[in-house]
Protein backbone atom coordinates (compact mmCIF):
# COMPACT_ATOMS: atom_id res chain seq x y z
CA UNK A 1 0.00 0.00 0.00
CA UNK A 2 0.87 4.01 -0.70
CA UNK A 3 2.85 5.07 2.56
CA UNK A 4 2.35 8.69 1.38
CA UNK A 5 -0.24 10.59 3.66
CA UNK A 6 -2.16 12.71 0.80
CA UNK A 7 -4.88 13.34 3.79
CA UNK A 8 -7.37 11.19 1.27
CA UNK A 9 -9.27 8.22 3.29
CA UNK A 10 -8.31 4.98 1.43
CA UNK A 11 -11.09 3.67 -0.86
CA UNK A 12 -11.48 0.56 1.27
CA UNK A 13 -13.13 2.39 3.87
CA UNK A 14 -15.88 3.41 1.58
CA UNK A 15 -19.23 1.07 1.96
CA UNK A 16 -21.81 3.11 0.13
CA UNK A 17 -22.05 4.42 -3.17
CA UNK A 18 -18.75 6.03 -2.72
CA UNK A 19 -16.88 3.06 -3.18
CA UNK A 20 -17.59 3.42 -7.26
CA UNK A 21 -15.03 6.36 -6.91
CA UNK A 22 -12.36 4.11 -7.91
CA UNK A 23 -14.63 2.88 -11.37
CA UNK A 24 -15.40 6.83 -12.66
CA UNK A 25 -13.75 6.72 -16.14
CA UNK A 26 -13.33 2.65 -16.88
CA UNK A 27 -14.79 0.68 -18.85
CA UNK A 28 -17.55 -1.86 -16.59
CA UNK A 29 -20.27 -4.39 -17.30
CA UNK A 30 -23.38 -4.50 -15.41
CA UNK A 31 -25.98 -6.90 -14.54
CA UNK A 32 -29.57 -5.54 -14.65
CA UNK A 33 -31.88 -7.18 -12.71
CA UNK A 34 -34.08 -7.74 -15.51
CA UNK A 35 -31.09 -9.82 -16.69
CA UNK A 36 -30.06 -7.39 -19.52
CA UNK A 37 -26.14 -6.94 -19.11
CA UNK A 38 -24.66 -3.99 -20.38
CA UNK A 39 -21.03 -2.43 -21.47
CA UNK A 40 -19.70 0.68 -20.78
CA UNK A 41 -17.47 3.15 -19.46
CA UNK A 42 -18.70 4.43 -16.24
CA UNK A 43 -19.14 8.67 -15.93
CA UNK A 44 -20.72 9.53 -12.79
CA UNK A 45 -22.68 8.21 -9.60
CA UNK A 46 -24.56 9.71 -6.81
CA UNK A 47 -25.18 8.67 -3.22
CA UNK A 48 -28.58 6.62 -4.16
CA UNK A 49 -25.97 4.78 -6.82
CA UNK A 50 -27.86 5.72 -10.23
CA UNK A 51 -25.20 5.65 -12.43
CA UNK A 52 -24.09 7.22 -15.82
CA UNK A 53 -22.60 4.74 -18.08
CA UNK A 54 -21.31 6.41 -21.82
CA UNK A 55 -20.79 4.17 -24.87
CA UNK A 56 -23.17 1.91 -23.63
CA UNK A 57 -23.60 -1.84 -25.57
CA UNK A 58 -25.94 -4.21 -24.36
CA UNK A 59 -25.40 -8.05 -25.59
CA UNK A 60 -27.67 -11.46 -25.19
CA UNK A 61 -26.21 -14.46 -25.13
CA UNK A 62 -27.88 -17.50 -26.05
CA UNK A 63 -26.81 -20.58 -26.77
CA UNK A 64 -24.12 -20.25 -29.59
CA UNK A 65 -25.51 -16.90 -30.67
CA UNK A 66 -25.20 -13.57 -29.30
CA UNK A 67 -26.47 -10.06 -30.40
CA UNK A 68 -25.71 -6.86 -29.12
CA UNK A 69 -26.81 -2.60 -29.74
CA UNK A 70 -25.67 0.41 -29.15
CA UNK A 71 -27.14 2.56 -26.64
CA UNK A 72 -25.37 5.24 -26.37
CA UNK A 73 -25.42 7.59 -23.22
CA UNK A 74 -27.56 5.52 -20.03
CA UNK A 75 -28.82 6.75 -17.00
CA UNK A 76 -29.48 3.75 -14.67
CA UNK A 77 -31.21 3.73 -11.54
CA UNK A 78 -28.79 2.47 -8.41
CA UNK A 79 -31.99 -0.19 -7.49
CA UNK A 80 -32.28 -1.77 -11.02
CA UNK A 81 -28.07 -2.65 -10.45
CA UNK A 82 -27.37 -6.24 -10.08
CA UNK A 83 -23.86 -6.33 -10.16
CA UNK A 84 -21.01 -4.19 -10.94
CA UNK A 85 -17.70 -4.89 -12.44
CA UNK A 86 -14.48 -3.34 -13.95
CA UNK A 87 -13.47 -4.92 -16.95
CA UNK A 88 -9.96 -6.13 -17.44
CA UNK A 89 -8.93 -4.41 -20.63
CA UNK A 90 -6.27 -7.00 -21.19
CA UNK A 91 -8.12 -9.28 -21.52
CA UNK A 92 -11.26 -7.85 -23.31
CA UNK A 93 -9.55 -9.52 -26.21
CA UNK A 94 -10.02 -12.93 -24.94
CA UNK A 95 -13.71 -12.12 -24.92
CA UNK A 96 -13.77 -11.13 -28.55
CA UNK A 97 -12.65 -14.34 -29.90
CA UNK A 98 -14.94 -15.95 -27.56
CA UNK A 99 -17.59 -13.94 -30.10
CA UNK A 100 -15.78 -15.06 -33.22
CA UNK A 101 -16.34 -18.66 -32.20
CA UNK A 102 -20.35 -17.48 -31.98
CA UNK A 103 -23.16 -16.48 -34.40
CA UNK A 104 -24.19 -12.75 -34.66
CA UNK A 105 -27.97 -12.76 -34.96
CA UNK A 106 -30.27 -9.76 -34.97
CA UNK A 107 -30.84 -8.09 -31.91
CA UNK A 108 -34.51 -7.76 -32.14
CA UNK A 109 -34.33 -11.61 -32.90
CA UNK A 110 -32.05 -12.15 -29.61
CA UNK A 111 -34.51 -10.12 -27.49
CA UNK A 112 -37.15 -12.17 -28.36
CA UNK A 113 -35.57 -15.77 -27.51
CA UNK A 114 -34.30 -14.02 -24.40
CA UNK A 115 -38.06 -13.01 -23.35
CA UNK A 116 -39.15 -16.90 -24.15
CA UNK A 117 -36.30 -18.48 -22.75
CA UNK A 118 -37.27 -16.01 -18.95
CA UNK A 119 -41.06 -16.66 -19.40
CA UNK A 120 -40.39 -20.58 -19.67
CA UNK A 121 -37.90 -20.36 -16.73
CA UNK A 122 -40.96 -17.68 -14.82
CA UNK A 123 -43.55 -20.45 -15.43
CA UNK A 124 -41.37 -23.76 -14.14
CA UNK A 125 -40.00 -21.57 -11.21
CA UNK A 126 -44.01 -21.44 -10.42
CA UNK A 127 -44.93 -24.88 -11.23
CA UNK A 128 -42.33 -26.13 -9.04
CA UNK A 129 -43.45 -23.97 -6.07
CA UNK A 130 -47.38 -24.44 -7.30
CA UNK A 131 -46.61 -28.65 -6.40
CA UNK A 132 -44.79 -27.48 -3.22
CA UNK A 133 -47.84 -25.45 -2.05
CA UNK A 134 -50.17 -28.18 -2.66
CA UNK A 135 -47.93 -30.66 -0.93
CA UNK A 136 -48.33 -28.79 2.01
CA UNK A 137 -44.71 -27.43 1.96
CA UNK A 138 -44.83 -23.51 2.84
CA UNK A 139 -42.58 -21.52 0.73
CA UNK A 140 -42.01 -17.95 1.62
CA UNK A 141 -39.16 -17.73 -1.82
CA UNK A 142 -42.12 -16.28 -4.36
CA UNK A 143 -43.66 -13.76 -1.71
CA UNK A 144 -39.71 -12.50 -0.82
CA UNK A 145 -37.80 -12.92 -4.26
CA UNK A 146 -36.67 -10.10 -5.60
CA UNK A 147 -38.41 -10.14 -9.14
CA UNK A 148 -41.83 -11.42 -7.65
CA UNK A 149 -43.57 -12.41 -10.71
Same mark, same amino acid.
Given at each position: ???? #? =? $????? *? ?8 ? %?????? @? ?5 ? $????? +? @????? =? ?10 ? %? ?5 ? /??? &???? +?????? $? ?13 ? &??? &? ?5 ? %??? =?? #? ?8 ? #?????? #???? /?????? *?? $? ?6 ? =? ?5
Amino acid at each position: MNDI #D =D $GLMPL *QVFTTAASLL %ELVDKK @VTLSLRN $GRTLF +G @VLRSF =DSYGNLVVQETV %ERIYLEG /KYA &EADR +GVLIIR $GENLALLGEIDLAKE &EEL &EAKHAGL %EKI =DF #DQASDEFAKR #DEKLKE #DFLE /KEQIRL *QA $GLFSNLVA =DHPYRF
